[in-house]
């Protein structure tokens, strides 16, 4: 059986995407997070396991810009959103990726984003806000889809970089953190699986045992 802790050297590689009130992770708010689960089939093959996202309420004193509101067309203050607040929404998010991180024999999450080091460093910032001792995840290393794809694609935008995996984009959907997540998770497993298909990494073969004597 393939385990995803033989494949990334004991990190369980989870796929994470914020939606912001603009780019200052110390001061800007948190509008939407989601985050994607993946397992490895008994072949060997990354693939996506589940999804989780949330609205979240803005923290008290930040800041939104009406520019990144434009872009994403979060309305952060409509009553249907049913928002949380960045605790509730992370300790949640943290319970649910910590659970995985033991189930999969890891020993710890790595963020998967996008511009990863956006999203990680909002994702700092808010642990910081709310106080959170157990992060899951590895403090400064992250898998960035844009670099991946770059170097697999030669693209470095999510639609661009999908369209040449032959992954459906729909840009229509884009800039919600639960669509982001899922294609940039399906993208994820399309470079992980192709290179693996290319002759890269294989699954490790299990140890042998002695027969009883």
């Not at 009130?21 to 948190?30: K, L, P, Q, R, V």
């Not at 490790?204 to 002695?210: L, V, Y």
Request: with cysteine.
């Amino acid at each position: 059986m393939s385990r995803i802790c033989d494949r990334f050297r004991g990190f369980l590689p989870v796929v994470i995407d914020v939606e912001t009130g603009g780019f200052n992770a110390a001061t800007d708010a948190i509008l939407e997070i989601a985050a994607t689960l993946m397992r490895m089939d008994s072949s060997g093959r990354l693939e996506i396991h589940s999804s989780h996202s949330y609205n979240v309420a803005p923290f008290e004193g930040a800041n939104i810009e009406q520019s990144a509101l434009d872009f994403t067309g979060i309305d952060p203050y409509h009553p249907f959103r049913e928002a949380v607040t960045e605790n509730q929404a992370f300790t949640a998010l943290f319970g649910v990726i910590r659970k995985e991180i033991k189930e999969q024999n890891c020993n710890r999450a790595i963020l998967v984003g996008h511009n990863a080091h956006f999203d990680g460093g909002f994702v700092a910032a808010a642990v910081e806000r709310c106080g959170i001792k157990r992060n899951p995840f590895h403090p400064f290393s992250f898998f960035d889809t844009a670099t991946l794809s770059g170097l697999a694609y030669g693209q470095t935008v999510l639609a661009k970089a999908c369209e040449q995996a032959n992954i459906e984009f729909d840009n229509n959907e884009a800039h919600t953190a639960a669509y982001d997540t899922q294609k940039t998770a399906e993208l994820f497993c399309n470079i992980v699986n192709r290179w693996r298909d290319l002759g890269g990494w294989v699954p490790p073969e299990p140890a042998a045992t002695d027969a009883p004597g």
